[in-house]
């Protein structure tokens, strides 16, 4: 029998549950991935009406790091997934964040 091993990314956590991404620390590596993958796919958000006040609020004032190629390729389509289930499950919910 095959055993699955449940990988939790906090980065992904933290871009759509705004609670999360305050509970990570200013200076943790997974606050800075959110960051960068927040910043680079903002139209995306917009898109599927979602919103992350403190990712935004963090943005004004600070520059994210670009993604780099090896991560984007790695995690684009658990990002692309989680997106869409958001985007639609808030959607028929009636929830904006």
Same mark, same amino acid.
């Given at each position: 029998?095959?055993?699955?091993e449940?990988?939790?990314?906090l980065?992904?956590d933290?871009? +759509?549950?705004?609670?999360?991404?305050?509970s990570?620390?200013?200076? %943790? $590596? !997974?606050?800075?991935?959110?960051? %960068?993958? *927040?910043?680079t796919f903002?139209?995306? +958000?917009e898109i /599927?009406?979602l919103?992350?006040? /403190?990712?935004? !609020?963090?943005?004004?004032?600070k520059?994210?790091? $670009?993604?780099?190629? !090896?991560?984007?390729? $790695?995690? *684009?389509?658990? +990002?692309? !997934?989680?997106?869409? *289930?958001?985007?639609?499950?808030?959607?028929?919910?009636?929830?904006?964040i």
């Open positions: 029998m095959a055993k699955f449940l990988i939790k990314r980065w992904l933290a871009l +759509f549950d705004e609670k999360t991404a305050r990570l620390p200013q200076d %943790s $590596q !997974e606050l800075e991935k959110a960051l %960068s993958w *927040y910043w903002r139209k995306d +958000f /599927y009406n919103r992350n006040a /403190y990712l935004e !609020e963090i943005l004004r004032v520059e994210p790091k $670009q993604i780099p190629k !090896e991560e984007l390729n $790695q995690y *684009y389509r658990a +990002f692309v !997934e989680r997106l869409w *289930y958001e985007g639609r499950i808030r959607k028929a919910v009636g929830k904006v």
